[in-house]
């Protein structure tokens, strides 16, 4: 069954650059059947959305996040990745890849979530 | 944006008893395109309900959703020992797809 592997720093210090990787296995990232996203849970937190990316590169974003987000998919390495710069200590969580399904039946916008990675832990320090 | 309040914050309830969960959107979903995960600690949410109602694969009829508009609910009949755990709402009618705070299912 498809898998979600989330990879990155671990650590990265204020107002730099984070970058996470999701890669995806048992399955293809090209197809019209889903999205893939990113997830976030600060610290005793609940779950925050942050976007999701089609494999055509089209996006859906949370404005809450004011462009500091950026995600790109690479097909031809069935990975997909998040890029947040300018980053604080309120960007230090837990980032959750997942998939969302999709369908004609929702004109092609987002379903749930159904396949989750296991997370990746984000600190910010200097 | 569509934000979503989830209540109680707590229930406190004992195994074989029933759990009902509350989330109201602050604007109609007239989709029901709403969903409820479960997540226990140290691990990802785990899909338990989908368009408000539709069991995912795999879940145990104990679960059943209903609701619509601006009122959904997540019943489970009986708990299980491995029931107790975090529930959250999410809704996909419109962008950004936001979550509720989460309801945490403890046992008394």
């Known amino acids: 069954q498809v898998q979600l592997q989330e990879s990155g720093p671990g650590l990265v210090k204020p107002s730099e650059t984070v970058s996470l990787t999701c890669t995806v296995s048992?399955?293809?990232?090209?197809?019209?059947?889903?999205?893939w996203g990113w997830i976030r849970q600060s610290p005793g937190k609940g779950l925050e959305w942050i976007g999701y990316i089609y494999y055509t590169g089209g996006t859906y974003d949370n404005p809450s996040l004011k462009s500091r987000v950026t995600m790109s998919i690479d097909t031809s390495k069935n990975q997909f990745s998040l890029k947040l710069n300018s980053v604080t200590a309120a960007d230090a969580a837990v980032y959750f890849c997942?998939?969302?399904?999709?369908?004609?039946?929702?004109?092609?916008?987002?379903?749930?979530?159904?396949?989750w990675g296991k997370g990746t832990t984000v600190s910010v320090s200097s | 944006e569509i934000v979503l309040t989830q209540s109680p914050g707590t229930l406190s309830l004992s195994a074989g008893e029933r759990a009902t969960l509350s989330c109201r959107a602050s604007q109609r979903i007239s989709t029901n395109y709403v969903a409820w995960y479960q997540q226990k600690p140290g691990q990802p949410p785990r899909v338990l309900i989908y368009d408000a109602s539709s069991r995912a694969t795999g879940i145990p009829d104990r679960f059943s959703g209903r609701g619509s508009g601006t009122d959904f609910t997540l019943t489970i009949s009986r708990l299980e020992p491995e029931d107790f755990a975090v529930y959250y709402c999410?809704?996909?009618?419109?962008?950004?797809?936001?979550f509720g705070p989460g309801t945490k299912v403890d046992l008394k």
């Open positions: 048992g399955g293809s990232i090209d197809s019209r059947s889903f999205y």
């Open positions: 997942a998939r969302a399904v999709t369908s004609y039946r929702s004109g092609w916008s987002p379903y749930y979530l159904d396949v």
């Open positions: 999410q809704q996909y009618h419109a962008s950004p797809f936001t």
